[in-house]
């Protein structure tokens, strides 16, 4: 719908709800002045991105560390080595230090060639059980009076050396 013509020496413009001509009177330009673009797209939103919920973890227990007690020797043991730390005259203290360090008081203990309380190898009980004038048989290494009486005879004859890493110092 046309609002209205308006007519100049500079030629004629015309007016409506849309637009806005202008014609010049050289037919070659008019101009056209659109006060309602068409419309342009709108633009999309970007998504925001939704945030990642934190999740607290439930609090674990914290480990108790395993107690191990440390080894006694059972009431066999201890008597054993008082009886024999007193038949040879030695200090009953050194033999269980000894039995604890080698054995953890354990007459079954088998660590590599080494067997019973003491830890005794084949050659050192075959050679201190023949001097003693004692059964040799190294299954006797697992008996724990054939290991105390032994290794209470190799202390007093000053055998103490076979302990090395266990004799009290």
């Given at each position: 719908?046309?609002?209205?013509?308006?007519?100049?020496?500079?030629?004629?413009?015309?007016?409506?709800?849309?637009?806005?001509?202008?014609?010049?009177?050289?037919?070659?330009?008019?101009?056209?002045?659109?006060?309602?673009?068409?419309?342009?797209?709108?633009?999309?939103?970007?998504?925001?991105?939704?945030?990642?919920?934190?999740?607290?973890?439930?609090?674990?227990?914290?480990?108790?560390?395993?107690v191990?007690?440390?080894?006694?020797?059972?009431?066999?043991?201890?008597?054993?080595?008082?009886?024999?730390?007193?038949?040879?005259?030695?200090?009953?203290?050194?033999?269980?230090?000894?039995?604890?360090?080698?054995?953890?008081?354990?007459?079954?203990?088998?660590?590599?060639?080494?067997?019973?309380?003491?830890?005794?190898?084949?050659?050192?009980?075959?050679?201190?059980?023949?001097?003693?004038?004692?059964?040799?048989?190294?299954s006797?290494?697992?008996?724990?009076?054939?290991?105390?009486?032994?290794a209470?005879?190799?202390?007093?004859?000053?055998?103490?050396?076979?302990?090395?890493?266990?004799?009290?110092?």
């Amino acid at each position: 719908m046309l609002l209205a013509l308006i007519s100049s020496g500079a030629g004629m413009v015309a007016a409506s709800r849309s637009s806005i001509s202008i014609a010049d009177p050289s037919p070659s330009e008019t101009f056209v002045i659109n006060p309602d673009p068409s419309p342009s797209p709108t633009p999309t939103p970007t998504p925001t991105p939704t945030p990642t919920p934190y999740i607290k973890p439930s609090p674990q227990p914290t480990p108790t560390p395993e107690v191990i007690p440390t080894p006694t020797p059972s009431v066999s043991v201890y008597e054993l080595t008082n009886r024999f730390a007193g038949q040879y005259g030695i200090d009953a203290n050194v033999l269980r230090f000894i039995a604890q360090c080698e054995s953890g008081f354990n007459p079954a203990a088998k660590n590599g060639p080494y067997f019973g309380l003491f830890q005794f190898s084949v050659a050192t009980w075959k050679s201190n059980r023949t001097t003693m004038g004692e059964d040799p048989d190294p299954s006797l290494r697992l008996n724990a009076e054939e290991a105390t009486q032994t290794a209470a005879y190799m202390i007093s004859k000053g055998k103490a050396y076979s302990w090395p890493n266990c004799y009290p110092k």
